[in-house]
Structures are given as C-alpha cells and as structure tokens.
C-alpha cells in the first residue's frame, strides 16, 4: 500500500476539523502501518511457493476494490465520469507496477526491492519540480537526489557478477527500480491532473481496478496464475486483501483527518528500514554491505527530498 497514492487531495478535502501534532497514539498506529507496509513484500516473496505475487496481487485488488466500492456506496460517495482519463492513466501505472514488483520478487531478494521500490519519492520530486512551481527543488533536496542517486548506483555497481543470486537478482533490482519509477509517476499523475481534487476513495479505486483488469489476465497468459489452496496461501491471501490493501487504507485515511501530514509522511520512512530488517529476519536473507551502504544512502537522500516539504506544510 502506498502512502502517497491515498494522501494525494484527503486531508484538505475531507477533514472536518483541524489536524493535530501526533501523540503517543498516533505514533503507535503508524508504527504499525509502517510494519503492515514493510510486511507485504515479505508476504509476497514468502507464499511464492504456494501462490504467484502476480496473480495475489491481482487477486487481492480485485476484493479490496470491491471492499472499496461497497464502502463508498454506503457513504453515498460516486466517481466523477470527467476524472476517468487521469484515473485510468494512474490505475495503469499502479498495475504496471506491480507488474514489475512481482517479477523482481522472483528474482532478487525482498529487502531489496522494498528498498528500491521506496525511492519512488525521488523520481515523485524530479517530475513534480518539471509540473509544478510549488514543487521546485531546493538546493538541499538538489543534494538528496544526488545522494539517492549514489545510493543506487552503490548498489547495482558493488553488487554486480557476484553477488547474491548473480544477475538475475541484479535484474531483479533493476525492475523494482522501474517500478519505483512508476509509483513516482503516478505521484506526479495524482497531483497534475483533475485527480488533484478526487476523494481518496476515487483514485484508490481506480487503480485496484486496473491491477485486477491486468494482472489477472497476464498471470493466466504468462502461467502464473498459481494458487494451492494450502493455508499458507490462503493466509497471506487474506493478509494481503484484508489487511494490506483494505484495512490499512481506512486507517490511514482515518490518521489524515486528525493528525498532521506532514509528521505522519515522516514516520512512513520507517517503512523501507523495517522491510530489510524483516527480509533477513523471516526470509534468512543476506545483504552485502554494498547494498546496506547504498541502501542507507537512498534512504537519506529520500529524507533531504522529503523533509523540506513536509516541514514546509505543516
């Protein structure tokens, strides 16, 4: 679930008073959506056998944007017809995306693709500095962007010929970069257009509908439509539903409308660092120490880019 994808025209939209600094509460929900986040490409990588990530992430879509629209109709809320272009564009890329995400999880190891998929705030930041003159890069986010840039190419340049799982997991980065690349585009497609002004529930729905209508079919023309029915897959099929696509939605849609943007954006950089944690821990991953320092490096860079911003908003 991405952070970005649900914040994009909620708070002011839809806040009905003003929001507050966080409290020992709100710290700990995010820690726990955070946790929730860093878990899914886990969950992902580890049902792999039982389940394809191409066909649950299709799966899941599906069920979540049903969940999503039976929510939406009892709250009396109804997609706007003159927002359907821009939210086929940003329902395409979240499906290409994913995409991507669940052929670099069959490659390269899950930490590392949390880790590159989260540098999506970086392309974000370049395209919005090109759209929009609110969105100017200051010097110091000049110096993140560099500083991420570095970071990845640490990563791909240390850790290429022999490194873990040799260049197939080498391609498997570079397909969660490109996929990073298209959450970034949808960013900057949720903030250029008419979907600026959408309720999050619209622009959400457009894009589980478009994974479903993509992934689905391409898992049964690739044969990657797998799925056991062992409790395994059907646990992290209800994980990845229930949990990831659906609850943490309406819990953090719910942290929108009472706590600052700004300070919550800051907390979802927890995400990527407990997903590498999380990936060694549960899936007995290795990291070489060219991708921890590279991936240090992206993650401080991500916090120059970003932390102007939000300091700047609140």
Not at 8 to 21: F, N
Not at 72 to 91: F, Q, V
Not at 135 to 147: A, D, F, K, N, T
């Amino acid at each position: 679930m991405s952070t970005d994808r649900i914040a994009i025209g909620t708070a002011s939209a839809d806040s009905l008073t003003a929001p507050s600094p966080l409290d020992l509460r709100a710290i700990g929900v995010m820690v726990v959506l955070c946790l929730t986040w860093s878990l899914q490409q886990i969950s992902l990588k580890a049902a792999a056998g039982s389940v394809s990530p191409m066909w649950m992430v299709g799966v899941r879509s599906l069920i979540a944007a049903l969940l999503l629209a039976a929510l939406m109709r009892h709250r009396g809320e109804r997609p706007a017809r003159e927002r359907w272009l821009p939210g086929l564009g940003a329902g395409l890329l979240f499906a290409f995306e994913f995409l991507l995400v669940s052929k670099a999880l069959a490659l390269t190891q899950a930490s590392h693709v949390v880790i590159l998929l989260y540098a999506a705030p970086i392309f974000a930041a370049l395209g919005l500095h090109w759209r929009v003159p609110a969105e100017r890069l200051s010097p110091v986010q000049w110096l993140g962007i560099l500083i991420a840039f570095g970071g990845i190419a640490t990563a791909f340049l240390f850790n290429s010929g022999g490194g873990i799982g040799g260049h197939a997991a080498l391609l498997g980065d570079a397909l969660a970069l490109l996929a990073a690349v298209c959450w970034g585009a949808t960013t900057v497609t949720l903030r250029c257009t008419a979907l600026s002004g959408a309720p999050a529930g619209e622009t959400l729905l457009c894009q589980l509908l478009c994974a479903a209508a993509i992934l689905l079919p391409v898992s049964l023309l690739v044969g990657e439509a797998r799925f056991d029915g062992s409790p395994q897959a059907w646990g992290h099929l209800a994980f990845q539903t229930l949990v990831v696509s659906f609850a943490s939605f309406l819990a953090w849609f719910w942290m929108l409308k009472r706590y600052l943007a700004s300070q919550l954006g800051v907390l979802t950089f927890l995400t990527p660092l407990l997903g590498v944690l999380l990936g060694v821990w549960l899936l007995g991953e290795q990291l070489r120490t060219s991708f921890v320092i590279g991936g240090l490096l992206v993650v401080t860079g991500i916090l120059l880019v970003s932390l102007p911003r939000h300091f700047s908003r609140s």
